[in-house]
């Protein structure tokens, strides 16, 4: 479990047999990851505080944890219904997962 405060690279393994699973589950931490940075490079901070000054300067960026460094599927999954390119998020795609996290970004 995190910690406040702790960063998603020190997120806990996550012990999946399931290679799709564990794809899957390693697409979301690097997805949550990438909005988080997105986030904090737009100013906004944790606990909805919004930071002016240095907006996309002043904070070290969250990196995946080890765990997700995961190899593409020998077989595309599809999570989607519309394959359309800008929907698909490239933290699945990497994976040969096609899946839309544009939600993530509003956490």
């Known amino acids: 479990m995190l910690r406040r405060g702790s960063t998603f690279h020190e997120f806990p393994i996550q012990k999946d047999n399931d290679r799709i699973r564990y794809a899957i589950l390693a697409s979301m931490a690097e997805a ?14 944790r606990g909805n505080s919004m930071d002016d000054s240095q907006l996309g300067e002043n904070f070290l960026k969250e990196e995946p944890p080890p765990w997700a460094l995961v190899g593409p599927l020998a077989e595309p999954l599809i999570l989607t219904r519309s394959q359309t390119e800008s929907t698909l998020h490239e933290a699945f795609a990497r994976r040969n997962i096609q899946a839309s996290m544009g939600y993530l970004y509003t956490v």
């Open 32 to 45: 949550l990851v990438n909005a988080f940075n997105w986030r904090l490079e737009l100013g906004l901070r």
